[in-house]
């Protein structure tokens, strides 16, 4: 089976797991494990920010950075894309455990216009919440691995700062968009207060995410990790691997990105078969039929031939990783054919 549900199933590489064994490790919530700490001065270092923190996952990483923004003050507001992780998949965590309150925008290709988001900060007004952050996700999935622009990043920080509000970039696979734009990780992350990094998607590590930012915002971070249960101990175990992951992965995801594109614009050619090529940026494709049903027997049929992607009635999303060699991209394009023809 090629497993193309998502780039989270990759799996520790050799190099990993050597290092796993042989990490030297401590109690981190004394800030005393070594491996931690080497783990999260790099990430501070490779992303150009003060400090950065070590979370069990993403989307804890978000959730704790939205408290420290927010401070957990009730009556707080912030501006999301519509289609977003946070705004979708975070089980409401930040409306449940935060009592912060999310403004869901409609993004073109899950990018929010600036005039969108001016329209939506709140006025100085009693009846209203007060707009504390806004959240860009970089690369955009559910619009399909979209790279946000250098140029919209830097309009949308002139406006933040106009405003006095802060950014938080969800960068689950921002090292995917450094890539795909050639640029150093930096160019992005200097946009953001705050960032949240994927350890365990595309640069395959098995476990963890990080966040980023001010010394202070990393201080308030810790101990917002902590009351949710995020205060690990010796986790240096996992950080070795995380080390591993930011030193030796990024490079390589231009390959996940390569195959990515030979799918989808052979994909593409296929008859009922809808693709938007222009957002297949990095490694997420996403497609559907005009035919209601036909997403279903599409992935039973591509799973009859080894190939496993998520989806409903009538779509669905292929992500590509290292586990998904050129010679796959190939043969599943060779499949696909064979039942859409
Ligand atoms: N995304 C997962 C699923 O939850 C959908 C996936 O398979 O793509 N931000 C973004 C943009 C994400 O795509 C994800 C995970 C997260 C945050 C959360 O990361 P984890 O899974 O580590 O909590």
Known sequence: MVDLRSDTVTMPTDSMREAMTTAEVGDDVYEEDPSVNELE?????????QAALFTVSGTMGNLVSLLTHTHMLRAAEIISEASSHIFLNEVAG????????????????????ISDISNAVRDENIHCPETKLICVENTHNEAGGVVQPLSYLGQLREFADSKSIQIHIDGARVFNAAVALGVDIKEISCYADSLSVCLSKGLSAPVGAMICGTDEFIRLARRYRKMLGGGMRQAGILAAAGIKALLEMPQRLIEDHQNARVIAEGLSELPGIVIDLSTVETNIIRYRFNQSGKGIEFRQAMAASGFIFNGNDSGGRIVTHVGVTEQHAKQLLTAAKQILH
Do not use: D, E, V, Y
């Open 41 to 49: 001065a790099l990430t501070a270092t490779m992303l150009g920010k």
């Open 94 to 113: 930040a409306a449940t455990l935060g009592g912060i309150q999310i403004r869901p925008i409609q993004g073109t290709k899950g990018i929010m216009s």
